[in-house]
């Protein structure tokens, strides 16, 4: 099994419909993140948890929400999907030695 | 705030030549500097990380970085490109002082020409 999990692999979904895109992992990390990738942009911050109590904003958080259910659980909802959240999304969960990626959510909003 | 400059969106090599990615950073306190390689279709999987102890970095696949302080720059090398490196690259950088999140580059797609 992976180490961090992320369902659904691949979604569309039509603007205004609100989403949950799924994280759990097994490494036993505190830390968890929420990224997602553009083209020519790189990774960009969403939001991220140092534990199930501790959630922050990340650089681009507008337009999304996150819920930390438990240590191994953290889920990203957008509440009211528009185009412009097209992209692939990535969880992350981290000690001090670097991140572990997801496989990657691919999120197409029509 | 730390901020990261990939030179190149893509690179071209022919195999068995040089590979040479190029990462600029910048950072008010003392980084902590990682690489992370993305095959197609998949998540990021780490490379290698600097984290203040040997300036020459060896990570795996034959990857190797050294940390140039007074040059901010990270800039990522191998020997000889296998056709199997063809992937794109992320640098990134984070410090303790912001919690470790990681602020990456905008990606370096190497293209390996036979």
């Known amino acids: 099994d992976a180490d961090v999990t992320q369902t659904p692999r691949n979604r569309i979904t039509k603007t205004g419909k609100r989403i949950m895109l799924e994280c759990s992992q097994t490494?036993?990390?505190?830390?968890m993140y929420w990224y997602r990738q553009d083209p020519g942009l790189g990774l960009r911050l969403i939001y991220y948890?140092?534990?199930?109590?501790?959630?922050n904003k990340g650089e681009i958080s507008d337009g999304y929400s996150v819920s930390r259910q438990a240590q191994a659980k953290f889920s990203l909802s957008l509440e009211s999907a528009i185009p412009n959240q097209t992209a692939l999304y990535f969880c992350?969960?981290?000690?001090?030695?670097?991140?572990?990626f997801g496989s990657g959510t691919r999120l197409t909003v029509v | 705030a730390q901020s990261v400059t990939q030179l190149g969106s893509h690179v071209s090599v022919s195999e068995g030549a040089l590979v040479l990615l190029r990462c600029n950073y910048s950072?008010?306190?003392?980084?902590?500097l990682f690489w992370y390689v993305q095959y197609p279709n998949q998540g990021l999987q780490l490379l290698l990380k600097?984290?203040?102890?040997?300036?020459l970095v060896k990570g795996i696949n034959g990857f190797e970085a050294e940390f140039k302080k007074s040059e901010t720059s990270f800039h990522l090398t191998k020997p000889s490109a296998h056709m199997s490196d063809a992937a794109e690259y992320f640098c990134?950088?984070?410090?303790?002082?912001?919690?470790?999140?990681?602020?990456f580059g905008g990606g370096t797609r190497v293209l390996v020409k036979p």
């Open positions: 990134a950088v984070s410090i303790k002082a912001a919690g470790n999140k990681l602020t």
């Open positions: 948890s140092f534990d199930v109590k501790d959630i």
């Open positions: 992350a969960t981290s000690d001090l030695g670097g991140l572990t």
């Open positions: 950072s008010s306190v003392p980084p902590y």
């Open positions: 600097y984290t203040s102890a040997a300036t």
């Open positions: 490494k036993g990390h505190d830390r």
